[in-house]
């Protein structure tokens, strides 16, 4: 049976209760839980740490042996290269020679061949008194000639030549056309000696198929 007053259930007939724990006894309840739930997760926060602190530390140590492979490693190798210096040296030696060869003989002709075919393009009763060489060095090109007839050079001739009788330059010229590398050739003076013979100048400009090329790489 249930009668309410003044906006209160009544209960009638109910179990009596009452609550008869101080105060005190509850809040210390209370606060022993509260330590048990702060102690459970202070202790799952110093796992996590360890765990992490583990991991780091095994991924450290992982690194670390990388490391030490890595550097023996390259011990090796350094010792391997250590024990092959000699011989790179010796290619560096070689292939120092082998340029040096080649600029050097960049700008080489066979001078002695080539006047060889000098004294073939001229007559046989014509002396070649005297020769004066020009050319370029594989560190600057020959000069060429301010003369706008003149046609690109790497080297001349000039030669000083005697005749019995009448030169016929015109002839001489058009036989040196024969020769490799030939540019062009003007005559200079043409003077007669108290013997009665004929001295003539002339220059043979020689351009760069003269060259004897006979190191792979010259120019």
Known sequence: MKRTTDGRELILGGEPRADLLPPE?????????????????AAGIVLVVIAAVATVSLEAGRAQTRLAA???????????????AEVRNVQNQIEMTSAARQLAAATEVDWRAYMAGVRASLPSDVTIQAIAVGSGTPWAEYEQSIVPLYNPRVASLTLSLTSPTLPAVPMWLTNLRTLPGYADAHPGSVTRTESGEYVVQMVININKDARSNRIAGGQ
């Open 70 to 84: 890595a550097e023996a490693r390259t011990t090796e190798l350094l010792q391997a290269s250590a024990r092959y």
């Open 25 to 41: 006894l509850k809040a210390a309840r209370q606060g022993r839980l509260l330590r048990r739930i702060m102690s459970i997760v």
